[in-house]
């Protein structure tokens, strides 16, 4: 019985190590340095917050990877060509859980050939997606479409210190003080067009010692209403840029018939001063 139960042990272990025997395959790296987004003049700045990489083969999701990527790519099929899709990718509303492909960069097609422990570098250039309405709702440089309530003590003002503009000429400053301690400020007039059937983003950039809010409010309809929607907090002397989600305030606000983009401040408990600039407010949709 013994002998029959070993002479079985060694039958398995002898198949076993021969799964060893095969040798390894591999891969073909793919290196990607940088994403590069060029935009038109009717289209605002061409600053970007992408920082990783979504990547799909022809039949499989290869990962995400964080730029510089470095993405290993098996052969599929036994085909000497393959074929990978390179979506960029963003945090919607800065957080690092909502993770997903940006939906109005264009993705990159690449086709290459396969060799084994072969490395190729490519250059990650991409533009708006065809058919993308990109509505630029401040840049400041020519005016300041968000005017204070009467209630606020702040206001934002058009800043051409170089010492706080982001790009261009002009960026929108508010200064915060005990005496200048809040802001309550909506576009004016702007009534912009949108729905919640698509997906719709507002993009921005910032950079503040304060924490401040930025939202959307609903004209008219059965629930007009201003809703902050994010609350940010203090970068230091970094500017950050922001792809803020508004599909589920604008599904929320169905019956609307325009919306106006509301930026507010009051300032931070325990603090005497603080600071909140921005720029290049811009909606994207559908």
């Known amino acids: 019985m013994f002998g029959v139960l070993f002479s079985g042990l060694f039958t398995v272990l002898s198949i076993g190590c021969g799964l060893w025997d095969d040798?390894?395959?591999?891969p073909h790296t793919i290196i990607v340095p940088s994403f590069n987004l060029t935009t038109y003049e009717d289209e605002g700045t061409d600053s970007n917050n992408i920082a990783?990489?979504?990547?799909?083969?022809?039949?499989?999701?290869?990962?995400?990877?964080?730029?510089?990527?470095?993405?290993?790519?098996?052969?599929?099929?036994?085909?000497?060509?393959?074929?990978?899709?390179?979506?960029p990718g963003v945090r919607v509303n800065g957080i690092?859980?909502?993770?997903?492909?940006?939906?109005f960069y264009e993705v990159l097609e690449l086709d290459f050939n396969y060799v084994p422990g072969g490395v190729d570098t490519v250059e990650f250039h991409s533009n708006y997606v065809s058919g993308v309405e990109v509505v630029l709702a401040e840049n400041?440089?020519?005016?300041?479409?968000?005017?204070?309530?009467?209630?606020?003590?702040?206001?934002?003002?058009?800043?051409?210190?170089?010492?706080?503009?982001?790009?261009?000429?002009?960026?929108?400053l508010i200064m915060l003080s005990e005496d200048a301690s809040h802001v309550t400020s909506t576009t004016q007039e702007q009534l912009y067009d949108l729905?919640?059937?698509?997906?719709?983003?507002?993009?921005?950039n910032y950079r503040c010692d304060n924490s401040f809010a930025v939202g959307m409010e609903a004209i008219g309809g059965?629930?007009?209403?201003r809703t902050p929607i994010i609350v940010l907090n203090p970068t230091g002397e970094e500017w950050h840029k922001m792809y803020l989600d508004l599909g589920p305030f604008l599904r929320s606000t169905p019956t609307a018939y325009g919306y106006e983009v509301t930026l507010d401040a009051i300032?931070?408990?325990?603090?005497?001063?603080?600071?909140?600039?921005?720029?290049?407010?811009?909606?994207?949709h559908y």
């Open 23 to 26: 040798k390894m395959v591999e």
């Open 52 to 87: 990783e990489v979504w990547v799909y083969s022809e039949t499989d999701v290869l990962g995400v990877f964080p730029l510089p990527a470095t993405i290993p790519v098996l052969q599929e099929n036994g085909e000497d060509v393959v074929h990978i899709t390179l979506l």
């Open 96 to 103: 690092s859980s909502t993770r997903k492909p940006y939906p």
């Open 140 to 172: 400041f440089e020519s005016a300041n479409r968000f005017q204070a309530s009467s209630t606020s003590t702040a206001e934002v003002v058009r800043t051409f210190d170089p010492a706080w503009v982001f790009e261009g000429a002009v960026s929108g």
């Open 195 to 204: 729905t919640g059937d698509v997906a719709t983003f507002l993009e921005f």
């Open 222 to 225: 059965i629930n007009p209403e």
């Open 267 to 284: 300032l931070d408990m325990g603090e005497k001063s603080g600071y909140v600039v921005v720029d290049n407010f811009k909606i994207v």
